[in-house]
Antibody, heavy 116, light 110 residues
Framework: QAQLVESGGGVVRPGRSLRLSCAAS????????MHWVRQAPGKGLEWVAL????????YYADPVKGRFTISRDNSANTLSLHMNSVISDDTALYFC?????????WGQGTMVTVSS | QAGLTQPPSVSKGLRQTATLTCTGN????????AAWLQQRQGHPPKLLCY???VRPSGIAERFSASRSGNTGSLTITGLQPEDEADYYC???????????FGGGTKLTVL
């Protein structure tokens, strides 16, 4: 059964960095594009970034462009999100998501709180 | 990045039919259609339909989607108490090279 488990969230000061990870299992990780989607407390879903199945292509939402980097290690079935220069608006639950035509498998999320 | 437009809330009675809408433009919903997700309180979202009306395995036939122009719709028939949730639409925007979401519709089953 396909499963995604996020980790790495926590409390981080504004301007600092944080790295989120997502461990994939139960499916051929290297065949699918992967995404990060976030949800601020009490708010809706916001797409953050995607990376192609082979890691060659990535796209970012405007609010994170130039600050966040999505990457993957297909040999380790792992997706990452490097978050630099974080701001208060980055406070959210971050979901790792598999894409097969649409967002078909979601992790439980890891919470990131940006606070001084 | 401009998002998709969904009504904030819809209320319907038990066993009734609810239709939720999602309006975008020709670069997103009007292009490849919308995907629909259900999010119950405290849980991650679950995919209900994609490419207008393809349901993943295990999703009940009570959930169906359609599209007319730049507006997608999710219809839920025979409403059950467990259908009370937030519903989001999403679509790939070919002009932005980005996925966009609607703001979500909170469905209340009376």
């Amino acid at each position: 059964q396909a499963q995604l488990v996020e980790s790495g969230g926590g409390v981080v000061r504004p301007g600092r960095s944080l790295r989120l990870s997502c461990a994939a299992s139960g499916f051929y990780f290297s065949r699918y594009s992967m995404h990060w989607v976030r949800q601020a407390p009490g708010k809706g879903l916001e797409w953050v970034a995607l990376i192609s199945y082979d890691g060659r292509i990535s796209y970012y939402a405007d609010p994170v462009k130039g600050r966040f980097t999505i990457s993957r290690d297909n040999s380790a079935n792992t997706l990452s999100l490097h978050m630099n220069s974080v701001i208060s608006d980055d406070t959210a639950l971050y979901f790792c998501v598999k894409e097969a035509n649409a967002f078909d498998i979601w992790g439980q999320g890891t919470m990131v709180t940006v606070s001084s | 990045q401009a998002g998709l437009t969904q009504p904030p809330s819809v209320s319907k009675g038990l066993r009734q039919t609810a239709t939720l809408t999602c309006t975008g433009n020709s670069n997103n919903v009007g292009n490849e259609g919308a995907a629909w997700l259900q999010q119950r309180q405290g849980h991650p979202p679950k995919l209900l339909c994609y490419r207008n009306n393809v349901r993943p395995s295990g999703i009940a036939e009570r959930f169906s989607a359609s599209r007319s122009g730049n507006t997608g719709s999710l219809t839920i028939t025979g409403l059950q108490p467990e259908d009370e949730a937030d519903y989001y639409c999403s679509a790939w925007d070919s002009s932005l090279n980005a996925w966009v979401f609607g703001g979500g519709t909170k469905l209340t089953v009376l």
